[in-house]
């Protein structure tokens, strides 16, 4: 019996693996399916217009604490996000692609998952390839440092962090990979 029962509960991680995520399908339509659809605004912030450097603390799906001081130095890209969430699901292998491309130039990414599971989390990363770190958020407290940019409802958002931990921009719903690609650069640019 117990055989049967784990062939069953795989099927839906196997089922993100093939060419068809039915998931991700649904990245447009939000109707009754407890999230708020981001319409891709990017909201950018001019280095003499950000506030103050962002502080929260958490800690990795691994057991490590992390906090803001670990990404002191660095430009970083937070990324709200949950494994049923479908345009996470089809911004993810973007996300993993612009990690590889920028982690050489230390721009650091991390996942802020805001309802799984670490097992299921896990799943999604496995299935996805996703090789940066996630936190742990279901309790909202990342989410409630972040308020001031991130609402509640809308995930996936993505913020940009400059050296000074100062939020850069932000886009609510899919990160489109150019845009994003953008707005890492423009932090890169800038001065140290």
């Not at 450097?53 to 709200?80: H, R």
């Not at 939020?167 to 707005?183: C, D, F, K, M, W």
């Amino acid at each position: 019996m117990l055989a049967g029962l784990a062939g069953v509960l795989s099927v839906p991680l196997l089922a993100a693996c093939g060419a068809e995520d039915p998931l991700a399908a649904q990245a447009g339509n939000a109707d009754g399916k407890n999230y708020i659809a981001g319409d891709g605004s990017v909201l950018e912030v001019a280095p003499d217009q950000r506030g103050a450097p962002v502080q929260f603390s958490s800690t990795l799906f691994s057991g490590k604490p992390i906090g803001t001081e670990d990404l002191a130095g660095d430009p970083a890209v937070l990324n709200f996000w949950y494994a049923a969430c479908a345009p996470c699901r089809v911004e993810a292998p973007d996300l993993q692609a612009l990690h590889q491309r920028f982690e050489p130039e230390g721009v650091q990414f991390l996942g802020i998952n805001v309802r799984d599971t670490i097992a299921t989390a896990q799943a999604f990363e496995r299935n996805f390839g996703i090789t940066y770190p996630s936190v742990e958020d279901r309790g909202g407290e990342v989410l409630l440092a972040m308020t001031d940019y991130v609402p509640p409802q809308a995930v996936p958002t993505t913020i940009v962090l400059d050296r000074q931990g100062r939020v850069s921009a932000r886009i609510l719903g899919i990160a489109e990979p150019s845009t994003l690609r953008t707005l890492i650069t423009t932090v890169l640019d800038e001065q140290a």
